[in-house]
């Protein structure tokens, strides 16, 4: 199992995939865009074009590949493409679709129009790219059984909407300033080594 953190490197994790459609090859095996592309797009891989009413159920499309990560480090997640959901509210039916390391059948894509009853439909064509594939890490913690809690917090068991609706910044001694120092200029942060 590799623990992976910021900056993974590209190839040092080799995904086998499988392609089930040979349409794929000719519209492109998967990818990455751009330089610093962070997934991969999945294709619709369909016979006949599918119009998606709003609001109707979702439906499962094939991408047309299967993929083997071999790696209980790892996850792919199927999300939707950032301009076809904002655009034209074509989003994943079950919101993320979780990729085990240990699956291998077909990918399949959950595609929903999450558009308002009275918006245009979406029409998806074979070929065209509807989903992206991500992978990132996974930690699988140990469960151990208690009755209390090592220790206690602030917000405890404070749930939905507890901390309010605007951003307050704890300052909690020497080290929580180091800690966010290097955000600082990035963030544009105050100064927190000022008392």
Known sequence: MHSYGVGLVEGSLTVEVRILDERVREWGLPTYQSEMAAAVDLFACIETPIILPP??????????????????????????RSGLGHKKGL???????????DYTGPLMISAWNRGAPSSEPVEINPGDR??????????????????????????????????????????????????????????????????
Do not use: W, Y
């Open 55 to 80: 609001q109707a159920p979702a439906m499962l499309i094939s991408s047309g590949i299967a993929v083997h990560i071999g790696d209980a480090g790892v996850t792919g997640l199927i999300v939707p």
């Open 91 to 101: 989003v994943m039916g079950n919101l993320v679709g979780v990729l085990d390391a």
């Open 130 to 195: 509807i989903a992206q594939l991500l992978f990132v890490p996974v930690i699988r913690p140990l469960f151990r059984t208690v009755t209390e809690f090592s220790s206690s917090t602030d917000r405890g068991a404070g749930g939905f909407g507890s901390t309010g609706l605007k951003t307050k910044l704890v300052r909690r001694g020497k080290r929580h300033r180091e800690n966010f120092e290097g955000l600082a200029c990035i963030m544009e942060l105050p100064n927190l080594n000022a008392d």
